[in-house]
């Protein structure tokens, strides 16, 4: 079955890179995304990438697909403490019924990211 | 920007219980999806509907849940006789075409003692 694997834990100092990195089962994903989630909020899309693609870009987040080893990677250039969070890596499955689409996501267990001041 | 709306932010209830965890998804959007979250674990898919039935559910989806659109802005999931490991983040989320990014509401939390 479809699963999504990410580390748990990722420490940086402000104004360092983060690197948060996935790896995913399904072949067939067409798009792959990023969330993040405060404490006590809901789930944030940061970015998705579609699965034809290899790399995209928005402002400081750099997203990075290696679909021959199913690999997903988020780069956080210049970390501030406001990007402490957990994010999570999803892929989505599609599937039809009734003619129409519709999806499930898989996700991650998230990587909670600590910025160090 | 248009955003999903959840209430209520947290449900405390009774083990035999039921509650209802209501949502408002984005106006134009059609998909409509309710995914958990156990404290620790991952987020899980529940179930997606569209037009007023359901398209796809997964296991944990049992008939003690069930959701409902019972007007043009409200979607709803019932729990009709809650269990200690019902307690979870419920994530309501939306999207204009199926395969379009997910746009989620910032959850309900249930507590079911």
């Known amino acids: 079955g479809e699963d999504v694997e990410q580390s748990l834990f990722l420490s940086v100092r402000e104004g360092d890179s983060s690197v948060i990195n996935c790896t995913y089962t399904?072949?067939?994903?067409?798009?792959l995304y990023w969330y993040k989630q405060e404490p006590g909020a809901g789930l944030q899309l940061l970015t998705y990438i579609f699965s034809n693609m290899d790399m995209k870009q928005d402002q400081r987040l750099t997203v990075l697909l290696n679909k021959k080893d199913k690999h997903l990677s988020l780069r956080i250039a210049d970390t501030q403490t406001g990007d402490s969070a957990i994010y999570f890596c999803?892929?989505?499955?599609?599937?039809?019924?009734?003619?129409?689409?519709?999806?499930?996501?898989?996700f991650g267990k998230g990587t909670k990211l600590s910025v160090i001041p | 920007e248009p955003e999903v709306t959840q209430t209520p932010s947290h449900q405390v209830t009774q083990m035999g219980q039921e509650v209802i965890l209501r949502c408002v998804p984005i106006s134009n959007h059609l998909y409509f999806y309710w995914y958990r979250q156990i404290l620790g674990q991952k987020v899980e898919f529940l179930v997606s509907?569209?037009?007023?039935?359901?398209?796809?559910k997964s296991e944990i989806f049992d008939d003690q849940f069930s959701v409902e659109r019972p007007d043009g802005s409200n979607f709803t999931l019932k729990i009709r006789s809650t269990k200690l490991e019902d307690s979870a983040m419920y994530f309501c989320?939306?999207?204009?075409?199926?395969?379009?990014?997910?746009?989620f509401g910032s959850g309900t939390q249930l507590s079911v003692l």
């Open positions: 989320a939306s999207t204009r075409q199926g395969r379009e990014k997910l746009f």
């Open positions: 999803a892929e989505s499955i599609s599937s039809y019924h009734s003619g129409a689409g519709s999806y499930q996501l898989t």
């Open positions: 509907f569209y037009n007023n039935e359901i398209s796809e």
């Open positions: 399904d072949s067939s994903s067409t798009y």
